[in-house]
């Protein structure tokens, strides 16, 4: 039957935030309720496992982790991940990882013990190859989770239907590029995510600090005087293409 709530019952209603969230998490995702849906998207090489490790060091403080390394499983590339952002003493028995064997099914089992994971990281939704439908089935079931969902990229999009539908359901939307999450989010916030400011730097040079302030630079108009054959082309300056040597 379908929930109806007045005005004042609305106002009423109790939410679980995640108190005490660092500056830069709190100024990219403002207040942050306790069970939330993300939408991760960016291509290889521009920082998405290594703001997923600054996210689940984060997040663990509030509950345990459970990470779906459906791409990369337990190999050396997500070891060496682990290795910079995370250590044994401090998230054992905290954080959990899984490879491609935990399909959606396992997945809806194991989250219906008691104390499973609060969070759970999917990497990638394209790996896992779910329908919008089981996605939709999977955050109704357990609505007290929260669901971050790694995806590959197709431009400035997630890539494939089921990717992009997520990302347009999910209320907090990051695409990574350059080292920086470009945030939407509906809690507030909203400020881009430096993931890597040596790597950002690097890569997007002069146009760093507008990147960052999320403020789009103006687009430069052509001068009246320069038409005619003699006139001279401006050509805007290329973004470099060689990207620092760090492990996405």
């Given at each position: 039957m379908a929930k109806i709530l007045g005005v004042k019952n609305l106002l009423k209603q109790k939410f679980t935030y995640l108190e005490g969230l660092p500056d830069n998490m709190k100024k990219s995702f403002g207040d942050l309720?306790?069970?939330?849906?993300?939408?991760?998207?960016?291509?290889?090489?521009?920082?998405?496992?290594?703001?997923?490790?600054?996210?689940?060091?984060?997040?663990?403080?509030?509950?345990?982790?459970?990470?779906?390394?459906?791409?990369?499983?337990?190999?050396?590339s997500i070891v060496a991940t682990v290795k910079r952002h995370l250590t044994e003493e401090c998230f054992e028995g905290r954080v959990h990882f899984a490879d491609h064997e935990m399909t959606y099914e396992k997945l809806m089992v194991f989250l219906a013990k008691k104390k499973s994971a609060r969070f759970v990281i999917i990497d990638s939704v394209q790996y896992w190859n779910i329908t919008y439908e089981q996605y939709k089935a999977l955050?109704?079931?357990?609505?007290?989770?929260?669901?971050?969902?790694?995806?590959?990229?197709?431009?400035?999009?997630?890539?494939?239907?089921?990717?992009?539908?997520?990302?347009?359901?999910?209320?907090?939307?990051?695409?990574?590029?350059?080292?920086?999450?470009k945030v939407k989010c509906r809690y507030g916030g909203n400020k881009p995510f430096v993931i890597w400011e040596a790597g950002a730097r690097k890569y997007w040079g002069k146009k760093y600090e507008s990147v960052i302030s999320g403020v789009k630079e103006p687009k430069t108009k052509p001068s009246r005087k320069a038409t005619g054959d003699n006139a001279a082309v401006q050509t805007p300056s290329a973004e470099p293409n060689q990207l620092p040597t760090y492990a996405d």
């Open positions: 309720v306790a069970n939330f849906i993300m939408c991760v998207w960016g291509d290889s090489g521009n920082g998405k496992s290594n703001f997923l490790m600054q996210l689940l060091k984060v997040l663990v403080v509030y509950g345990k982790v459970l990470y779906l390394s459906l791409e990369e499983g337990t190999q050396a955050k109704e079931r357990f609505k007290k989770k929260s669901f971050i969902f790694i995806s590959h990229a197709a431009g400035k999009l997630p890539d494939g239907k089921t990717a992009d539908k997520i990302r347009y359901d999910a209320s907090i939307k990051v695409f990574v590029e350059g080292y920086v999450g």
